[in-house]
């Protein structure tokens, strides 16, 4: 009889847990610059169902080969993301990127269009169906890889849509990627974006984060990056932070042990909700637990 106690009480506790977890929703975003529609998940804590109250939000992007679910799939921990968004009270949005986009609108191919895709079709989205602070003051950006260029990129261009920024092993010199034994695989599949100049390293420094140093010193957006000492991008990303430094822009700059990795990626998403939370709580935006 104690056994059957204690194990209905566990039962119990597991579902009680299970209704309290953040919820994931999949929405679709039409696109009218692509003329296509994508998803988005969107994770909403579980306070969201409880209060009346308006929402901060994190973007959060995926990297090169990867879709929009990647977030929710690929890390060790399978609920690393609701977690997240359960302890800091924060709706976090995760979009299609496709697999090689970096978030650019295209010269070349009007079906690729991702800057225009995220901040205007999917944060209006976003902002019309949940209940979202919806200014900068409540919108925050970060991503892995590919995403974490897509980030700097995305802010540094539109600092009106962000207060804060961050990238995680970001691509933030493009031309990186030509350098690679895979190079002939990566101007295959950079041609949707740059069609016949995807084997031209200028090019790709007309769009990368590391040519956009005045743009990012003018908006003064807080910024956090990170990347692994083993990662294959980390002489990038220590060329940007030197780069930073020397134009003195504020900026929260780690390395830390892995590669490019989602056991790396696992450890560093924290480190970036964190820093994006004490950003939002002083802007008095984050939404207070009851």
Known sequence: MKNFKILVFAVLLCVSSMSYAAKVDTLQVASTAMSKTYKAA?????????????FPVMYLLHGAYGHFGDWLK?????KLVQNLSDQYNIIIVMPEGETFSFYLDSPVNKGSQFETFITQEVIQKVDK???????RNGRVITGLSMGGHGALYLSAKHPDLFCAAGSMSGAVDMSTMLNRESSAQVVKLMQPVFGDK???SEMYAQYAVMGMLDKIKANKLPLIIDCGVDDFLIEPNR???RRLVYNKVDHD????????TWDYWENSLPFHVLFFNKILLKNQQVVKKS
């Open 42 to 54: 969107v994770v909403l804590p579980n306070s969201y169902a409880k209060s009346k109250s308006a």
């Open 74 to 78: 690929n890390t060790p921990n399978k």
């Open 129 to 135: 169906t949940y209940r979202t602070i919806s200014n």
């Open 198 to 200: 995807s084997d031209n």
């Open 239 to 241: 060329e940007l932070h």
């Open 253 to 260: 700059y780690t390395e830390r042990p892995g590669a490019h």
